[in-house]
């Protein structure tokens, strides 16, 4: 029986050895991680927005007795593509095939160095902590980033009673997901809960003023925080592969089955690039490793995704996005009602091809989401 090696934990790792665990009780499963805890960053939103609810934390070696695999916590050092081997500071592993599930790593902006101590992306969940047990000291918190991530901590934090302001370079929030009625529906009911933004800005110098940062932004205006969030993105975790000698673009580049440039070495989750796209949701990943576990029980089998709306956490304003596809042609039709939104893209051939929908609105997404082409299965 063959031998699998996971590189990483997270929901990508321990996703893909639970699938597998599912179809094969004996398959020797070993995994590599330095973190010891799992956590769900989808929760991030909701515990900023209560003090008092606790975040859903399992330790690593609960789930190796569960999962009945091998766990050693530890810093992989290299990879060996041609002799399937992993070399790390509790010594060399080896195994018939390998996968990579090194996640990504959040984007700081380069004024980040600028303000020690008052500057954090919220990704992990121990910085969520810390956050957390500093949130009755802070009046004033400054979001670089208006997409998902920024959005929802934005929703969460004001509901706390905090002054956010969001600092973005678009001219919206979720500027390439939403056309723009919807942006303006969702900064409405934002600001109608007391969040300000800044549009077409970025922060042009930053410094720390005794327990303060003081931002200057290109349109001239100036923010002053207690705390600054940093919500622009993350970037796949690839080091590692690229020292092996494995294709990189934006991630760790794999076929539809999950395999990168080498055989019998794969990699799933917020570090691979699947046709060009690497998708860092929760998700996506989960069919990842449906279909990744198949192939490790011998089925080689192509990872197949049903229609996979994007859910923004925000209760000022529930909210589904099914993009189109980039590049697609045709227009935006929208429709307001009392308490909500309806936006959909019809293409030029007069196909509903994405939708947008806005609080009451968002009960139709059931019925949408079977309309639109599951472009992510047809490139």
């Keep these: 029986m063959e031998t699998v090696l996971i590189i990483g934990g997270g929901i990508a790792g321990f996703s893909l050895a639970r699938e597998i665990r599912k179809l094969n009780p004996n398959q020797q499963i070993t995994l590599l991680s330095r973190d010891t805890q799992l956590f769900d960053r989808d929760e991030f939103p909701r515990l900023l927005a209560d003090p008092t609810a606790k975040a859903?934390?399992?330790?690593?070696?609960?789930?190796?007795?569960?999962?009945?695999?091998?766990?050693?916590?530890?810093?992989?050092?290299?990879?060996?593509?041609?002799?399937?081997?992993?070399?790390?500071?509790?010594?060399?592993?080896?195994?018939?095939?390998?996968?990579?599930?090194?996640?990504?790593?959040?984007?700081?902006?380069?004024?980040?160095?600028d303000l020690p101590g008052l500057m954090t992306a919220v990704t992990h969940v121990n910085i969520l902590?810390?956050?957390?047990?500093?949130?009755?000291?802070?009046?004033?918190?400054?979001?670089?980033?208006?997409?998902?991530?920024?959005?929802?901590?934005?929703n969460a934090l004001a509901t706390l009673g905090k002054h956010v302001t969001v600092i973005e370079q678009h001219g919206g929030p979720l500027f390439e997901l939403m056309p723009i009625d919807a942006r303006r529906h969702l900064i409405a009911e934002?600001?109608?809960?007391?969040?300000?933004f800044h549009f077409n800005a970025r922060c042009a110098s930053a410094c720390r003023e005794g327990l303060r940062a003081q931002l200057s932004l290109t349109d001239g205006k100036r923010v002053e925080a207690d705390l600054v969030i940093a919500a622009i993105g993350t970037v796949p975790n690839t080091k590692l592969a690229q020292a092996a000698g494995l294709n990189v673009g934006k991630g760790i580049i794999v076929d539809k089955r999950m395999e990168t440039s080498h055989t019998h070495i794969y990699a799933l989750g917020d570090c691979a690039e699947v046709a060009g796209m690497v998708l860092p949701y929760r998700a996506p990943i989960a069919y990842q490793?449906?279909?990744?576990?198949?192939?490790?029980?011998?089925?080689?089998?192509?990872?197949?995704?049903?229609?996979?709306?994007?859910?923004?956490?925000?209760?000022?304003?529930?909210?589904?996005?099914?993009?189109p596809k980039r590049g697609a042609q045709g227009q935006w039709?929208?429709?307001?009602?009392?308490?909500?939104?309806?936006?959909?893209?019809?293409d030029d051939y007069g196909r509903l091809s994405g939708f947008v929908l806005m609080g009451a609105e968002t009960v139709e997404v059931e019925f949408l989401k079977v309309e639109v082409p599951n472009w992510l299965n047809n490139i």
Excluded: W
Aim: net charge negative; charged share 20%.
């Design 129 to 154: 902590e810390k956050v957390r047990a500093r949130l009755g000291a802070i009046r004033d918190v400054a979001i670089v980033g208006g997409g998902v991530a920024g959005c929802e901590f934005a």
């Design 190 to 196: 934002l600001e109608a809960i007391g969040v300000k």
């Design 333 to 346: 039709e929208t429709l307001v009602v009392e308490n909500g939104l309806n936006a959909s893209f019809v």
């Design 289 to 323: 490793a449906k279909a990744l576990a198949k192939t490790m029980n011998g089925v080689a089998t192509a990872v197949d995704y049903p229609p996979l709306p994007i859910s923004l956490n925000t209760p000022a304003c529930p909210t589904m996005i099914s993009p």
């Design 56 to 113: 859903t934390v399992t330790d690593y070696e609960t789930l190796a007795q569960d999962l009945r695999l091998t766990l050693a916590n530890c810093t992989v050092q290299s990879l060996d593509p041609v002799h399937h081997s992993v070399t790390t500071d509790q010594g060399e592993f080896e195994a018939d095939r390998i996968i990579l599930a090194t996640g990504s790593s959040p984007m700081l902006p380069s004024f980040s160095r």
